[in-house]
């Protein structure tokens, strides 16, 4: 099950993360929202435990940020 969170304007996003290489080879996880539940290129996942959401007061966008 995905983390779900609805934003300021009554939108639902679903948490997602994916595995990616960077140019030095080093792997790192990327979290990011959607509106589908089992969207693209991602896997639903929980909210990690050192990360919250804030969201722009502005367009309603989410982001994570560690605590």
Do not use: S, W
């Amino acid at each position: 099950m995905a983390y779900e969170h609805t934003n300021g304007k009554g939108t639902k996003y679903f948490l997602h993360k994916t595995e990616v290489t960077l140019r030095g080879g080093k792997q790192q996880t990327i979290y990011f929202f959607t509106k589908d539940e089992k969207g693209g290129k991602g896997t639903p996942c929980d909210l990690p435990a050192d990360r919250m959401v804030c969201e722009n007061p502005r367009n309603g966008f989410l982001t994570l940020k560690k605590k």
